[in-house]
């Protein structure tokens, strides 16, 4: 009887002490503050921001993965887009690179067979992108600071091209986007470039998506056109995400404010919804509500 107790002590001190232990192995930064720290083997150090909470912050959290646009550096997009704030309200965590191709002061990113904003396409010596930001995932993962289901991933202009394409390959390890003037859904297609190549995105899960842009984006307009990495419409990448989704109502659209309509698609597989974010007036920059952004992505979780 003695041995019997003994032993269910040991497994509810079992099953009490493992989660916690698993998250003291998170050694990553102070909760509230924005630190650089390394992953893996990669020699790419990345900025992470840690919520500013007190018994939260010794569990996993969600991760939101941000990317910043071309020519820039994670740095000045944790700054732009205001989503430690964010994260502090809420209680995730931030991870915020830099992309692996070096342009003017700051980075491009690797979105294979699209060219750069300096016109130039990626070849097989540029930096992996995708394999970096899957180690970025797996290293936070392993170190006990981050829910393997709750990793989702939004970036702009050209970090919202790279959201994208992360939502297109990797579905296995993410379980929402949300792009930010720069919606797509895989590449141009060669043959009618007002279409995207329905060959160059096909993810192995269905993928929720909320986009977020303005009606006078000049740079990656919502109506088309623009450099060789955009020419088709944000309306043509939400009806692409929704084939690729399975959604099966007729889309609608509703004001959420004075100056924002919405464009939703709906009766998704998974409950994979695809929203389209508008804002009248605005242009080519951080054109997202970060509280909106957070309650679509916060969701959703990926099947493990």
């Not at 790419?44 to 910043?68: G, I, K, Q, Y």
């Not at 991933?153 to 993410?174: E, F, H, N, P, Q």
């Not at 899960?205 to 303005?214: L, N, S, T």
């Not at 399975?246 to 924002?260: E, I, K, L, N, Q």
């Amino acid at each position: 009887m003695h041995k019997l107790l003994i032993a269910l002590c040991a497994l509810v001190l079992t099953s009490v002490t493992a989660p916690f232990a698993l998250a003291q192995s998170c050694r990553l930064g102070t909760p509230g503050q924005s630190v650089e720290v390394a992953i893996a083997d990669t020699g790419r150090p990345m900025l992470m921001h840690r919520p500013a909470l007190s018994d939260e912050a010794r569990t996993p959290l969600p991760l939101v993965v941000l990317l910043h646009g071309s020519g820039s550096t994670g740095k000045a997009m944790l700054a732009e887009s205001g989503l430690a704030r964010t994260a502090d309200a809420h209680g995730f965590i931030v991870a915020a690179p830099d992309a692996g191709i070096p342009a003017g002061k700051g980075f491009v990113w690797n979105i294979p067979g699209v060219p750069t904003i300096t016109g130039k396409v990626p070849g097989p010596k540029d930096a992996d992108d995708v394999a970096y930001l899957r180690n970025v995932i797996s290293d936070l993962v392993a170190k006990g600071c981050v829910d393997p289901t709750r990793v989702y991933v939004t970036g702009m202009s050209g970090g919202g091209r790279m959201t994208s394409w992360l939502g297109c390959v990797l579905a296995d390890r993410i379980a929402a986007i949300a792009p930010v003037v720069g919606l797509r859904a895989g590449n141009p297609w060669k043959k009618d470039p007002a279409r995207p190549d329905p060959a160059s995105c096909t993810p192995s899960k269905p993928m929720p998506v909320i986009a977020f842009a303005g009606d006078k984006d000049t740079v990656n307009p919502i109506t088309g056109g623009g450099a060789g990495y955009w020419h088709y419409s944000m309306h043509a990448a939400e009806q692409r995400w929704a084939q690729l989704n399975h959604c099966t109502h007729p889309p609608t659209t509703r004001w959420v404010s004075a100056t924002t309509y919405e464009e939703r698609y709906t009766g998704c597989r998974d409950d994979s919804d695809v929203v389209g974010r508008i804002m009248i007036g605005k242009g080519h920059g951080w054109d997202a509500d970060n509280d909106a952004m957070w309650a679509f992505l916060s969701r959703y979780r990926r099947a493990s």
